[in-house]
């Protein structure tokens, strides 16, 4: 397999940042072809009530490598990455990279 | 569903770390009841070649968060926790918080 992993910072405004996220931009991520399974998770505050290190956890997963390359590169993709600088402004650390389920 | 991402910092011995995770933690973080799907992904360098701000990306999923605490609150829980010293020295981000397939 091959996962892309979106770590997003806490923006400026939570609500809108999900807001977009929820009807804008995980819609378009769905369209990218290729996709297999895609997550989102919230990170809660810890234990000791501290912020988490990041405001939102995104997870795609695909196939393998040609098939992210090929996805990503093309028009769906394209269109995703495009979006994020209508709502990712406070940034995203992208981590792309070969997975497995064990 | 409930999440755990454990986003692990370079390692200074990356071999041995990676050597370690396979054959002591993931075993143990297996034994956690509740866990229901767990992923491990190696980010590679980016399109400039750069580093990947993490060496390895771990997600576990749970039923929910009261699967999770459940599981993580019993020996294996504890003892997946306790092994984090023996080579997660570099350091580790845990983020824990609801999930959902889109």
């Not at 999900?18 to 290729?34: C, F, M």
């Not at 998770?41 to 196939?63: Q, Y």
């Not at 590169?73 to 981590?95: I, K, R, Y």
């Amino acid at each position: 397999m091959y996962q892309l992993t979106a770590l997003y910072n806490h923006p400026a405004d939570a609500e809108a940042f999900d807001k977009h996220y929820e009807e804008v931009h995980a819609p378009l991520a769905q369209k990218v072809p290729g996709l297999k399974r895609f997550t989102i998770s919230h990170p809660a505050p810890d234990a000791e009530g501290n912020k988490p290190a990041f405001h939102l956890v995104a997870v795609l997963e695909f196939e393998d490598e040609a098939a992210f390359g090929a996805g990503m590169s093309g028009p769906e993709g394209a269109a995703a990455v495009a979006d994020l600088e209508n709502f990712a402004g406070a940034g995203v650390t992208m981590l792309t990279g070969s997975s497995k389920q064990v």
